[in-house]
């Protein structure tokens, strides 16, 4: 088997990123300011990505119903209202997301802390919002842009 030339690497056209650092991550602090500044729905977003750890497209692809099969184990209801009836009580409930990784199509679990699973439940019940296959949180692409710019603009 011939092994083609395969010329080397010109790290000159390539370009490098700095690392990012855990000083660039947010702080707690930043964190709960954003939160103090954010709108109810932006708000159901920061508690999302931050206590799972998704993307915005991984999050986006959180539904009602994958919520409700995520926190099945504590409320055992057989509807959805009454689910989101029984998590906006409950202040120890883990919801567990089962997702697919945007970049690899790979399948892995996350988890939402239990100050977000009431929270979203919260403003489901608020919303009025009980069908399984609705976004769990509420997606514009102009609306988290411009909320996100508007939060951080406001704290920089």
Not at 21 to 41: F, P
Not at 65 to 75: A, D, L, Q, V
Not at 85 to 105: E, H, M, S
Request: net charge positive; hydrophobic share 35%.
């Amino acid at each position: 088997m011939d092994v083609p030339f395969i010329p080397p690497v010109n790290t000159k056209i390539i370009s490098q990123n700095d690392c990012i650092s855990y000083e660039d991550l947010l702080t707690k602090e930043e964190i709960r300011k954003a939160l103090n500044l954010a709108d109810e729905d932006m708000k159901a977003w920061i508690l999302a990505m931050t206590s799972s750890g998704a993307s915005r497209c991984e999050a986006k692809s959180m539904t009602n119903e994958m919520f409700c099969n995520g926190t099945y184990s504590y409320h055992k209801k057989s509807t959805i209202e009454d689910a989101f009836k029984f998590l906006a009580n409950a202040d120890n409930v883990v919801c567990t997301c089962k997702l697919k990784r945007k970049k690899t199509n790979k399948p892995y679990c996350t988890f939402l802390n239990p100050e977000t699973v009431q929270y979203i439940a919260k403003l489901k019940i608020k919303q009025g919002d009980f069908n399984p296959n609705s976004s769990l949180l509420k997606y514009d692409v102009n609306y988290i842009i411009n909320s996100h710019y508007n939060i951080f603009h406001i704290m920089l």
